[in-house]
Each structure stands twice: as C-alpha cells, then as structure tokens.
C-alpha cells in the first residue's frame, strides 16, 4: 500500500499550483478556478490537491495553519544543491536553511498560502535512500 494523493486548502490556488509546477516539476491534471481547485501530479504518479481555503465563519480567505509538511527526498547532494539554489534565486521564504558541508541535509521553506516544505538528501546505505 501507498499513498496515492494528498489534498490541501491553500488560500490561493492559482498561486500555489503555478508554484509546485514551476519548482518542482508537477503536472497540471486539472483545474477548475471557477471552483477553486487543481489537481495535480508528480513525476512518481502522487497526485496533489489543492482547494480554496476559506474562513468557515467569514467565507474570507484564510492562511493555512498546520503542525505537518509536505517532505521531499532528493536523490542526491547535487539535486538538494539545486533546489536549495532554484529557490533562494525565486525569492522563496526559508524556514531553515542548510549550513556548512553536509553529509546529510535538509531544509525547511514555505509554498504561497503557507503550505510548510521539508526538502531532504542524504546518502544511500545499503540500498535505501
């Protein structure tokens, strides 16, 4: 068994789906802005929704608020070197940032509306990433 897709409520989802295409190369399934959501899906087959999110007592635009994140594992030091580059080049806020020469490493950023990022790599040991 796997996890075949994960749905979010993001305050924006053109914004947030344009940055998940853009940064991390996900593929636009679906997307209907007149009903406030996307699909959309990464070079593994998980698939990523998002939903407009808003302030059931308001109707207003809320700010997702969350004790989890999405993690990504990179294959190796180079791709966790270029992400982390990609990203600071696009102006992306940093939660953490990676220090000194890694033999492990990971980073924590923020997606528009909030959503909360871990990018990770680190070195195979015996046959498991």
């Given at each position: 068994m796997h996890i075949n897709h994960i749905d979010l409520q993001?305050?924006?989802v053109a914004v947030t789906r344009d940055f998940f295409i853009e940064q991390f190369?996900?593929?636009l399934v679906c997307s209907h802005s007149d009903e406030g959501f996307a699909i959309l899906r990464d070079s593994a087959g998980l698939e990523l929704g998002l939903g407009q999110l808003a302030d059931n007592r308001t109707g207003a635009h809320a700010t997702v608020r969350a004790g989890c994140?999405?993690?990504?594992?990179?294959p190796s030091?180079?791709?966790?070197?270029?992400v982390f580059a990609r990203l600071r080049?696009?102006?992306v806020e940093f939660r953490n940032a990676p220090a000194g020469p890694l033999r492990v490493g990971a980073f924590g950023c923020l997606a528009?509306?909030?959503v909360a990022l871990e990018i990770a790599w680190r070195p195979a040991q015996g046959g498991r990433r």
């Amino acid at each position: 068994m796997h996890i075949n897709h994960i749905d979010l409520q993001v305050p924006d989802v053109a914004v947030t789906r344009d940055f998940f295409i853009e940064q991390f190369g996900f593929t636009l399934v679906c997307s209907h802005s007149d009903e406030g959501f996307a699909i959309l899906r990464d070079s593994a087959g998980l698939e990523l929704g998002l939903g407009q999110l808003a302030d059931n007592r308001t109707g207003a635009h809320a700010t997702v608020r969350a004790g989890c994140d999405l993690g990504f594992m990179l294959p190796s030091r180079h791709a966790f070197d270029a992400v982390f580059a990609r990203l600071r080049e696009n102006g992306v806020e940093f939660r953490n940032a990676p220090a000194g020469p890694l033999r492990v490493g990971a980073f924590g950023c923020l997606a528009p509306g909030g959503v909360a990022l871990e990018i990770a790599w680190r070195p195979a040991q015996g046959g498991r990433r």
